[in-house]
């Protein structure tokens, strides 16, 4: 069947303005449409699947009601937003969404005029919202009309309630959607989804009510001040008769729901009232997260992002990883839960991903020690640098990139009283497909300043476990491990959990020289951190085999901790190497290869460092193979340097 017959609605519409030819009663049918063009496309070319099937219908009303792209849509949580790419000159396009050179994995300015904003960590929609509301009146256009769509959790977050209290003190005219699915990766928790959960508001007043006040103002009763008045006596006479307070309307918000909001139709109706609209609104939304697709309805956490499956059958095309090494998260996962087996001082804390770093098997376990507390990474610290100060022993895991949201958490509530506090940092360094929001780019380079902060990186599962039991013994304070995503080195895992000295490397050229590198003869040193030392390895014995006279001539050094560094390792290194290489999958800028220099220049030793790393910009999304040859991070590129830096030492 061609494109054109089996996507007869979806085909004629490539900007919203041709959606826009389409009569209301066609809606349903293009929805339908769509959610189709999704799952063949993500079946074949993995992405987040079970957010944009829900958020369908809202996509269809927007572009419909709205003058887009002068009028703005702001995304929150950018994968609701699969949709809004195929509607807005991307379809074609989309079967390279997420991949190299290809579409970025979620929507931002760079890419397209109807992409309003950034948009790949959740919570941010309304304070960008209110900010393009404001600039629309001091820019002379009284006209356009801003919509922050919110959802998938998202509203558990701190930002959106400073954006919400912002709203409320502020002259604008903002359109909030709370697309409300009752999830965000896992299923949401907290006193805000049970809110929401038993949140109601009859629609029949809420039409009354709106026309009455249309009436009202267009006989010039309603000005400013009566309009506040009337609104909070409204709002204090509905809580009386309905028993219940509606946050929002508290913040002088109106608010509208909830409404079915997989009706497209009815959604459209709702949108056509509100739009002209004056003054903050909230439009409550019910959503189906996976809807349309009954594998992803009844699953909506393990189809959030499924990988590859059969649109038909659904069933996901899942590789068998029995022979592989595990997942570091899943070493992670069954180490603390073994850790906190021994020790009945450890609690376990996650901002929202339970499933996604493993914690979920000690919360099987142990849910009265483990703790999902939202789509809130500075909350998740602070909680966590709370229960640590009386007395427990938090492992605290969010990852690399959403850190970055609970820096002043970090510095203020944590590490000022060197709380005991072991911060795992998952997905750390280049995460992939997820692109520049997503990298763990860099909490190395942010996190060395930090005073009281020691900051670890294990190069295999081993390392890892035998790390996180070391943070948790007495007297080890703020403590931080990071590893990538993904699959680690080691099959055979499992290992005994020994102390490691805090502040220690190891010189790893013995692993496959019969004698240690003769630092006599004033080669080349490469020093490493985390798992990218692996590469190191594999690079030095590419190097071996091919040449018999690099044998001996590069000593490799796992520093395993960026603070404290061992100043053992790097005095030899300093005294007896001309050539340094420092590698790390982190930014170049104050990472790792940064520490060395600064050490060596305070301490007299003039070598020359070449620093392999991520540069000074923003990555793109790609396969993390792919990503590190452009970061020239990966084998051969480390091969090629340290070739060069030997060809110096022999002049």
């Known amino acids: 069947m061609s494109n054109e017959r089996k996507y007869k609605l979806l085909s004629k519409i ?84 997420r991949k190299l050179n290809g579409l970025m994995p979620f929507p931002s300015p760079e890419e397209s005029e ?34 922050a769509i919110i959802g998938d959790g998202a509203m558990s977050g701190g930002l959106a309630f400073e954006g919400l209290n912002n709203v409320s003190g502020k002259p604008n005219d903002l359109l909030i959607i709370l697309n ?20 109601d508001t009859n629609e029949t007043y809420n039409r009354i009510r709106f ?3 249309n009436w009202l103002d267009s006989k010039g009763i309603l000005n400013e001040k009566r309009k506040k008045g009337i609104l909070r006596l409204n709002n204090a006479l509905k809580s009386a008769l309905s028993q219940q307070q509606n946050l929002f309307e508290g913040m002088n918000i109106r608010y509208f729901g909830p409404f079915d909001g997989n009706d497209v139709k009815e959604v459209v109706r709702i949108l056509r009232q509100l739009k002209d609209m004056k003054g903050p609104k909230l439009l409550h939304l019910h959503t189906v997260k996976g809807k349309g697709y ?22 996901r095309l899942v590789q068998d990883n029995s022979n592989k090494p595990p997942k570091y998260q899943d070493v992670f996962g069954h ?27 000690m919360m099987k376990e142990m849910a009265d020690r483990t703790f999902d507390v939202g789509i809130a990474e500075g909350h998740a610290m602070t909680f966590s640098a709370g229960m640590a100060k009386d007395g427990l022993q938090p492992f605290c895991n969010i990852y690399s990139a959403f850190s970055q949201r609970a820096y002043d958490n970090i510095i203020h509530d944590t590490a000022i009283l060197n709380l005991p506090v072991v911060l795992c940092l998952d997905r750390a360094g280049l995460v992939g497909e997820d692109g520049a929001t997503h990298h763990g780019a860099f909490d190395m380079a942010f996190l060395r300043p930090i005073p009281n902060a020691t900051i670890s990186s294990p190069m295999d599962e081993h390392e890892l476990r035998r790390l996180m039991y070391t943070a948790q013994l007495p007297g080890k304070g703020f403590f931080v491990i990071r590893y990538p995503r993904g699959n680690g080195v080691l099959v055979d895992w499992k290992c005994s959990l ?77 005294e007896n190497f001309k050539e340094i290489i420092t590698v790390e999958d982190g930014v170049r800028n104050g990472g790792l290869g940064s520490a060395v220099m600064e050490w060596m220049s305070d301490n007299g030793y003039k070598p020359a460092v070449k620093r392999l790393g991520l540069p000074d910009k923003f990555i793109e999304q790609g396969t993390v193979q792919q990503l590190r040859e452009i970061c020239g991070i990966d084998v051969k590129s480390i091969e090629k340097v340290i070739k060069d830096s030997l060809a110096k030492t022999a002049k």
């Not at 919570?123 to 600039?135: K, R, T, W």
């Open 498 to 574: 020994e102390e490691v000295q805090v502040g220690t490397g190891r010189k790893l050229c013995d692993k496959h020289l019969g004698d240690a590198v003769d630092t006599s003869l004033s080669n080349v040193a490469v020093l490493s951190i985390g798992p990218v030392g692996n590469d190191v390895e594999k690079a030095i014995r590419n190097l071996e085999e091919e040449d018999t006279k690099c044998n001996g001539r590069v000593a490799h050094y796992d520093m395993r901790f960026l603070k404290p560094l061992d100043e053992h390792i790097l005095r030899e290194v300093g």
């Open 294 to 315: 009954e594998p992803a309805e009844k699953s909506a956490t393990v189809w959030h992002a499924p990988g590859k499956f059969d649109p038909e059958t659904g069933e």
């Open 180 to 199: 409300d699915n009752d999830m965000s990766i896992d299923r949401a928790v907290g006193g805000m989804q049970q809110y929401l959960l038993n949140l």
């Open 14 to 97: 490539e900007y919203p303005s041709d959606l826009r030819k389409l009569s209301i009663d066609e809606l349903p049918e293009l929805c339908k449409e769509l959610r189709e063009d999704i799952i063949e496309e993500v079946a074949v070319n993995p992405g987040h699947l079970a957010s944009s099937l829900g958020a369908a219908e809202i996509t269809v009303a927007c572009h419909y009601v709205f003058n887009t792209p002068e009028d703005r849509i702001v995304w929150d949580v950018g994968h609701q937003a699969y949709g809004h790419k195929i509607l807005t000159g991307r379809r074609e396009r989309f079967c390279e969404n």
């Open 211 to 213: 026309k009455a006040s």
């Open 335 to 361: 180490t603390l839960l073994e850790l906190a087996n021994m020790n009945e001082r450890i609690v376990g804390v996650t901002p929202a991903m339970p499933s996604g770093c493993s914690m979920n098997i």
């Open 114 to 147: 109807y992409d309003t904003f950034t948009c790949g960590h959740a919570s941010n929609s309304i304070s960008a919202a209110l900010g393009m509301a404001v600039a629309a009146k001091l820019t002379k256009h009284p006209d356009r009309h801003v919509v």
